[in-house]
Structures are given as C-alpha cells and as structure tokens.
C-alpha cells in the first residue's frame, strides 16, 4: 500500500522558535453556543485544529504576532491576532445570513446518473492526512450536465482505507466551480459524519440539501477534522528527512485514509491546509500517474 501525503506537508517543516499554547473556544456571536469543529489555522503557515463538538481547541507553536484564520460552514471567517486573546480565548464567529432567494423544489422521479470514481475494487494507493498539527482538506471535481436537462444531488460518496483509523469523523463540502477550482460553499450547515467499516464506500444521502448542480460541475470534499483524540492518529515506524535537510522524524497520521483512483486522463483532485490556497495535488515519481480522489456522487436528473 502506497500513502500520498499533502503536497504541503512534504514541503513543511515546523519553525522551532515559536513557543506559546493557547487554547480556547469558538462560539456564535448569536447566541454563544458552541460552533463544533471550526477549523483554526495560522495565517501564513499550513497549520492548525480544529475545535471538537463543544468548540474547544488547542494550537501549540504560536507567536504572539500570528494570526489565526478560524472558519466554519456557515459561518463568516474571522481573523484574530494571537496577542489579542486571552488564554484560553474565546472566538466568536458571525452567522453569514440566509438568502431569501427563491427556494428550488425538487420534484419526484428523475433519471439516477452516476459522476465520478466508479472503481469498487480496494485500491493500492492512498490519500492520507499529514504529520504535525494540520487542517487538511481533499475537493474532487465532478461534472455537471452537459445539456439543459435540470440536476440535483442525491448523494456523495467515498472510498475510506481499511488501514489507519476508518471510523474518524470528517465533514463533507460541496463547493461551486470558480476559475477550475473549488469556489463558494453550496452547503449552508456543517455535515460530519463517520464511516462504519473501512475498505469500502461510505455514502451520504443529499437528497434533504434540495442541491441543484450547475451546469459546471461541483467540488465534492473530505474535510479531515484534526484534533487531539489520540485514538484517531497513527503513528508509522518510518522517518522521513525534509527536503531542507532538517532532522528526520516520525511521520503522524490522523484519522482515515482515501482511496486514489487512476481512473481519470486528467488531475482533478485540489487539497489545501488550514483553509488556504487550493493547489492541484500532484503525485510525486513513484506514486500512482493521474491519482485522484475516489469521491463518486448520484444525481437525479429531470428532461
């Protein structure tokens, strides 16, 4: 078994001169309750938490001059200054209105049409999250329809790993297309959910979210939702050297693995860090060619 670790993370070695734990709480500026797994990362670097169910989180390594980006579904991001907050911190985040445009109603019926990895056999090579404290994120592309027949997603799909930790939580995105990337969140709430058993597909059914896709496709994603639950991480036995030379250490694993399928002529697979830039992930030699994310979906289509 092959594991593809983040393009950033194979980049990235942790600065030694940071020192400060801070630990907190993310909350709605609404009515103080908890926002569960808010992504926390620090601006300008591929790092960073995630809160648990109750809004909690913990980032070591911090200056008092960094920034922390701390962003959820849902919600509009926010931008603090470490030196700004106490210890531990509240964050409170602004929930992004709700457009009163005019709601789409789905109608009974339509034609099932299937997008994306159709592969049902246990892949060798493997997208997995990366070592040190990350916010990690995998989007595929998925085609929309090709002529004016009308489209809504019935569900999402993906391939978790037998190996690492399965049974992790992780939250599915839906993005918009935007200059061939993934855009705008088309999901207004936070889905986490949880694969039963690995080594096989885990399905989601999308058919309450009234979705329409655009004619341009979707970015379908896996958000790997780091945390500090030690029974989630691997630990593997072998140590890798940074490309800078630095000392070798051991690679840490969190949560699941997904499955990466040759299946597709064309990379369409971007992942980011910390809620950053989307970069197209491209394998390195001696991993699968043209490796993508094995994310699948179910549309139902109206003439």
């Given at each position: 078994m092959r594991l593809l670790l983040p393009v950033f993370l194979m980049l990235f070695s942790p600065s030694a001169s940071a020192q400060r734990v801070r630990s907190g709480r993310v909350v709605s500026g609404t009515n103080r309750r908890p926002v569960p797994y808010a992504a926390v990362g620090v601006v300008g670097q591929s790092r960073g938490t995630y809160a648990d169910e109750q809004g909690h989180f913990t980032l070591d390594g911090l200056r008092s001059d960094d920034s922390l980006r701390v962003s959820s579904v849902g919600?509009?991001?926010?931008?603090?200054?470490?030196?700004?907050?106490?210890?531990?911190?509240?964050?409170?985040?602004?929930?992004?209105?709700?457009?009163?445009?005019?709601?789409?109603?789905?109608?009974?019926?339509?034609?099932?049409?299937?997008?994306?990895?159709?592969?049902?056999?246990?892949?060798?090579?493997?997208?997995?999250?990366?070592?040190?404290?990350?916010?990690?994120?995998?989007?595929?592309?998925?085609?929309?329809?090709?002529?004016?027949?009308?489209?809504?997603?019935?569900?999402?799909?993906?391939?978790?790993?037998?190996?690492?930790?399965?049974?992790?939580?992780?939250?599915?995105?839906?993005?918009?297309v935007r200059n061939g990337q993934p855009g705008g969140d088309l999901l207004r709430h936070s889905l986490v959910t949880a694969a039963r058993r690995g080594g096989a597909w885990h399905d989601v059914d999308g058919q309450d979210w009234n979705l329409r896709v655009p004619p341009g496709g979707i970015f379908v994603s896996m958000e790997w939702l780091y945390g500090t639950q030690r029974k989630f991480f691997t630990y593997s036995t072998?140590?890798?050297?940074?490309?800078?030379?630095?000392?070798?250490?051991?690679?840490?694993?969190?949560?699941?693995?997904?499955?990466?399928?040759?299946?597709?002529?064309?990379?369409?697979?971007?992942?980011?860090?910390?809620?950053?830039?989307?970069?197209?992930?491209?394998p390195p030699p001696g991993f699968l060619p043209n490796a993508n994310a094995m994310i699948r979906a179910e549309y139902l289509v109206y003439d």
């Open positions: 919600y509009q991001t926010k931008r603090v200054r470490v030196g700004s907050l106490g210890n531990p911190a509240e964050i409170q985040l602004d929930e992004l209105p709700v457009p009163l445009a005019e709601v789409p109603i789905r109608r009974e019926g339509g034609t099932v049409r299937r997008v994306g990895s159709q592969q049902n056999v246990n892949p060798r090579h493997f997208f997995v999250s990366g070592t040190g404290q990350s916010t990690w994120e995998l989007a595929s592309w998925l085609p929309g329809s090709t002529d004016s027949s009308v489209t809504y997603l019935k569900s999402v799909g993906f391939f978790i790993g037998g190996s690492n930790k399965p049974k992790a939580p992780f939250r599915v995105r839906v993005y918009a072998l140590y890798p050297k940074y490309p800078d030379r630095s000392v070798s250490q051991p690679l840490v694993y969190y949560g699941q693995s997904l499955g990466a399928t040759p299946e597709f002529a064309l990379l369409r697979t971007y992942g980011r860090l910390a809620g950053g830039e989307w970069k197209l992930q491209v």
